[in-house]
């Protein structure tokens, strides 16, 4: 049985910082693409960070590209999340996920090609 557990969300004030994490049991973080999403408050969920396999591929959305890093600890199975400069548009809850290591650019967004999600953290950006 796949689980992922998430852990380290909280309340934090505009610029800080916050790392996720995301242990992953059931399933091979090195032979998956692990992935990071966010649901704001009526909003849909979108996607955040993606790596897949050791790193054959990372991408992240415009919104966290250079402020947010990805990575994996593949011998202990958990994935992070590393947030710096946050502001209130961040403020949601932020999903960790696994899909197939088959992704692709085109596909690494969708979160309809991940198997398995995490209970979700919510983290809140606020003075």
């Known amino acids: 049985q796949v689980q992922l557990v998430q852990s380290g969300g909280g309340v934090v004030r505009p610029g800080g910082s916050l790392r996720l994490s995301c242990v992953v049991s059931?399933?091979?973080?090195?032979?998956?693409?692990m992935g990071w999403f966010r649901q704001a408050p009526g909003k849909e969920r979108e996607f955040v960070a993606a790596?897949?396999?050791?790193?054959?591929?990372?991408t992240y959305s415009n919104s966290a590209k250079g402020r947010f890093t990805i990575s994996k600890d593949n011998a202990k199975g958990v994935v992070y999340l590393v947030m710096n400069g946050l502001n209130a548009e961040d403020t949601a809850v932020y999903y960790c996920?696994?899909?197939?290591?088959?992704?692709?650019?085109?596909?690494?967004?969708?979160?309809?090609?991940?198997?398995?999600w995490g209970q979700g953290t919510q983290v809140t950006v606020s003075s």
């Open positions: 790596e897949r396999g050791r790193g054959t591929l990372t």
């Open positions: 059931g399933r091979a973080v090195s032979s998956s693409t």
């Open positions: 996920a696994a899909g197939p290591a088959s992704l692709i650019l085109s596909t690494i967004r969708l979160e309809r090609n991940y198997d398995n």
